[in-house]
């Protein structure tokens, strides 16, 4: 790699490390004090909205944001070209994702006061979805620190905010309400420093444009689709199928591990537009940093395993309290699935940087049919436990069918 390449790798990735090693901080906060508040059941609840906001976002995006990263980090002067077409696609796609989870979320075997803050959760997530257009635009930059701050803005806001009104208050429904407040903030400061990076911000409503758009981006919606599914069906189903104990068991051992996956999510925020200009530019540059980003990736997840499988018992009584002992079989389980995360991360950028993301698509497609199934057996018999097995398993499928297609590729 080139000096003038590693030294911008490592100033975006040192924004990101610092803002995601605050917000990570920040996040156990929050729910330190939500589970020493509320629960284990109160943990789930708080779980279920935004997993199920989440996971009902199939049609939030549809894959434009990241083949309008991609094709920006190819060529800057797309921006001005695009930007119009796929922010008013944006709009269009998070106002028919909002009536989506109205719609089924009327009927949902819930109380009445957790519906109105699914509903009140899903009207926040239009606004998340339509300001991450503007998070492409400066990752294409190959400027991350904005959304760095952006962030931990936002962070900051759901500690100090959300901890004092959930500390006096005792209730789910004000602490959800103060969190929501601190996303608004942050997709503001979002579209505020990402349309520094073009000209001026316009709209364009041309059903006919969004068409050929689509044709292009729907690969990267159906990968995230199923990445969606075999990363949020294990919460949902937890849910619907052993109650909100069960899954706040489950939460605490998962936010652990979430944890860790702040390494990936810098390495890929950092290098993808890399990739995606290295392909086109300097493809031997591009191998060099693929394997670094292998090698790092992959001794960072073994190591990180075997620390949280040893001070598992530890993390969850320092984190949680001994209401979530239960948790710690689990996060043992969990455990196994960081190296496979860690890598997956890494091949998932790489094919999709690379144009050869029909190939990802397929195998996060079968990937998240097998999690679903896994998920309803193993849950069924085993709970938490089981969903955490069904997450290692759809891991480790994933890692052998990319690994084994780049291989044979570079060969």
């Not at 508040?37 to 009902?56: A, H, N, T, W």
């Not at 901890?163 to 996303?183: D, E, K, M, N, W």
């Amino acid at each position: 790699m080139t000096e003038s390449l590693k030294l911008k790798l490592i100033k975006n990735a040192g924004w990101l490390f610092g803002a995601e090693m605050i917000s990570k901080l920040l996040s156990y906060g929050v729910i330190f004090i939500l589970s020493r508040s509320l629960g284990p059941e109160g943990v789930g609840q708080y779980s279920f909205i935004f997993y199920y906001v989440g996971l009902l976002g199939v049609f939030s995006d549809l894959g434009v944001g990241y083949y309008f990263m991609r094709e920006v980090a190819r060529d800057r002067n797309k921006a001005e070209e695009l930007l119009p077409d796929v922010l008013g696609f944006k709009i269009a796609l998070a106002l028919l994702n909002f009536l989506i989870i109205v719609a089924l979320t009327m009927p949902l075997p819930r109380p009445g006061w957790m519906k109105i803050l699914i509903i009140l959760t899903g009207t926040e997530a239009m606004f998340n979805w339509i300001s991450y257009v503007f998070v492409n635009t400066m990752y294409a930059h190959e400027v991350t620190k904005y959304e760095a701050l952006a962030r931990t803005i936002e962070r900051i806001w759901a500690f100090f905010v959300g901890g004092a009104v959930l500390y006096t208050s005792r209730s789910l429904p004000p602490f959800i309400v103060a969190i929501l407040t601190g996303y608004v903030i942050r997709e503001a400061l979002r579209v505020h420093w990402g349309s520094r990076f073009v000209k001026a911000i316009k709209i364009r409503f041309k059903p006919e444009v969004w068409a050929s758009l689509l044709k292009k981006s729907y690969p990267f919606w159906l990968i995230g689709l199923f990445t969606l599914i075999y990363y949020s069906t294990d919460m949902v189903m937890l849910s619907l199928m052993k109650g909100d104990y069960e899954t706040g068991i489950y939460r605490a051992a998962h936010t652990l591990v979430d944890v860790s996956l702040l390494v990936p999510g810098i390495v890929i925020s950092t290098t993808m537009p890399s990739m995606a200009r290295l392909w086109v530019e300097d493809r031997k540059t591009l191998s060099v940093l693929f394997r670094k980003s292998f090698q790092l990736l992959l001794v960072i997840g073994i190591f990180g395993a075997v620390g949280y499988y040893i001070f598992a018992r530890l993390g969850i009584i320092i984190a949680f309290g001994e209401d979530f002992l239960p948790s710690v079989p689990v996060l043992r389980v969990l455990a196994f699935a960081m190296p496979f995360m860690f890598l997956n991360s890494l091949f998932g950028s790489f094919m999709n940087a690379t144009g050869r993301e029909l190939t990802f698509t397929k195998i996060t497609g079968f990937t998240a049919l097998l999690n679903v199934v896994l998920n309803y057996i193993l849950i069924l018999h085993h709970g938490a436990s089981g969903a955490a097995a069904a997450t290692v398993v759809s891991q480790l499928f994933v890692t052998l069918g990319s690994y084994v297609y780049i291989t044979s590729e570079s060969r």
